[in-house]
């Protein structure tokens, strides 16, 4: 799998692929107003990032960020034998930490793992099997966790929340107790979880914006050296198509008006800029800059 980076001033970005799908939108698909007939009028999006049918490319990856003097890693992604409701994430087996090694990144020498919110898909990976418990992956790393992300999910779980608009069914299918104990919890336990606000800065350069919508506590990466600057999405954006359409929410939005309104004024505050905006679920390139086109915005690669 072929890992692009991108290199911001004196910090560098690195995608690490866990798997890749090509899939429809629709009812059944992970953005229900994002259907065959209504992507295929995007034609900026094909190639890389939709197919001539109009299905979605998308990608769920680690962000492997390289100061000089830190290593952090972005989104865990889903993880190995974790029992899932989803076909597409149960009991997977992927070469993750194979090809994480691969790039020299072993795991006693990653400094800080940073979620930016605790959906089963970008936490997996906190936690590996040693044979009788989950156990963090990466002991020697501080977990940065959104405090607000942690406590709407700790009430819900406690049944003191439920999410609006939301079917036991779906949330049963996002797996969040489940996530919970295998791959949040026992980094809690193992005493490595920093719980942080919104607009935190992590690092030299790393600092949080909060996107949220998706979830309460979403927060995208923004990443800035040398005059340059990226961003990372995170779920706030889980297509580029959701540049051109932002009402186009993910059937698992916590509040898809918020998540509308989120996407809209992250378009107005960098569209034309020379900011780099990655996608956490974006295939192909994987990145590039917004700019308006015919009273919306698209992509530019």
């Given at each position: 799998?072929?890992?692009?980076?991108?290199?911001v001033?004196?910090?560098?970005?690195?995608?690490l692929?866990?798997?890749?799908?090509?899939?429809?939108?629709?009812?059944?698909?992970?953005?229900?107003?994002?259907?065959?007939?209504?992507?295929?009028?995007?034609?900026w999006?094909?190639?890389?990032?939709?197919?001539?049918?109009?299905?979605?490319?998308?990608?769920?990856?680690?962000?492997?960020?390289?100061?000089?003097?830190?290593?952090?890693?972005?989104?865990?992604?889903?993880?190995?034998?974790?029992?899932?409701?989803?076909?597409?994430?149960?009991?997977?087996?992927?070469?993750?930490?194979?090809?994480?090694?691969?790039?020299?990144?072993?795991?006693?020498?990653?400094?800080?793992?940073?979620?930016?919110?605790?959906?089963?898909?970008?936490?997996?990976?906190?936690?590996?099997?040693?044979?009788?418990?989950?156990?963090?992956?990466?002991?020697?790393?501080?977990?940065?966790?959104?405090?607000?992300?942690?406590e709407?999910?700790?009430?819900?779980?406690?049944?003191?929340?439920?999410?609006?608009?939301?079917?036991?069914?779906?949330?049963?299918?996002?797996?969040?107790?489940?996530?919970?104990?295998?791959?949040?919890?026992?980094?809690?336990?193992?005493?490595?979880?920093?719980?942080?606000?919104?607009?935190?800065?992590?690092?030299?350069?790393?600092?949080?914006?909060?996107?949220?919508?998706?979830?309460?506590g979403?927060?995208?990466?923004?990443?800035?050296?040398?005059g340059?600057?990226?961003?990372?999405?995170?779920?706030?954006?889980?297509?580029?198509?959701?540049?051109?359409?932002?009402?186009?929410?993910?059937?698992?939005?916590?509040?898809?008006?918020?998540?509308?309104?989120t996407?809209?004024?992250?378009?107005?505050?960098?569209?034309?800029?020379?900011?780099?905006i990655?996608?956490t679920?974006?295939?192909?390139p994987?990145?590039?800059?917004?700019?308006?086109?015919?009273?919306?915005?698209?992509?530019?690669?």
């Open positions: 799998m072929i890992n692009h980076m991108w290199r001033g004196d910090i560098t970005i690195t995608r692929v866990e798997v890749q799908a090509t899939m429809p939108g629709g009812p059944d698909g992970p953005l229900p107003d994002a259907t065959p007939d209504k992507v295929m009028k995007m034609r999006l094909y190639p890389a990032f939709a197919d001539a049918l109009g299905l979605l490319k998308m990608s769920v990856h680690a962000l492997l960020i390289q100061t000089p003097d830190k290593r952090i890693v972005v989104d865990t992604c889903i993880g190995n034998g974790k029992e899932r409701t989803s076909d597409h994430f149960n009991r997977l087996n992927t070469s993750f930490l194979a090809d994480l090694e691969s790039l020299g990144w072993t795991r006693d020498s990653i400094d800080g793992v940073l979620c930016t919110h605790l959906h089963i898909d970008h936490v997996g990976w906190n936690t590996m099997w040693d044979g009788s418990r989950w156990v963090p992956t990466f002991p020697k790393a501080k977990y940065y966790m959104g405090r607000v992300e942690y709407f999910w700790s009430r819900e779980l406690r049944g003191e929340d439920v999410t609006p608009g939301k079917t036991a069914e779906t949330l049963a299918w996002m797996d969040t107790r489940a996530t919970f104990e295998d791959s949040v919890q026992p980094v809690i336990d193992a005493k490595l979880v920093e719980l942080v606000e919104v607009d935190a800065q992590i690092a030299p350069g790393i600092r949080l914006m909060h996107t949220p919508g998706h979830t309460p979403h927060v995208s990466v923004v990443i800035e050296s040398g340059s600057r990226a961003v990372i999405t995170g779920d706030m954006l889980h297509h580029p198509c959701q540049l051109a359409a932002h009402n186009w929410a993910s059937g698992f939005d916590t509040d898809s008006q918020e998540s509308t309104r996407r809209q004024s992250f378009c107005e505050e960098f569209a034309d800029t020379q900011t780099l990655i996608g679920h974006w295939a192909g994987t990145a590039g800059r917004v700019v308006r086109d015919e009273g919306g915005y698209r992509l530019e690669l």
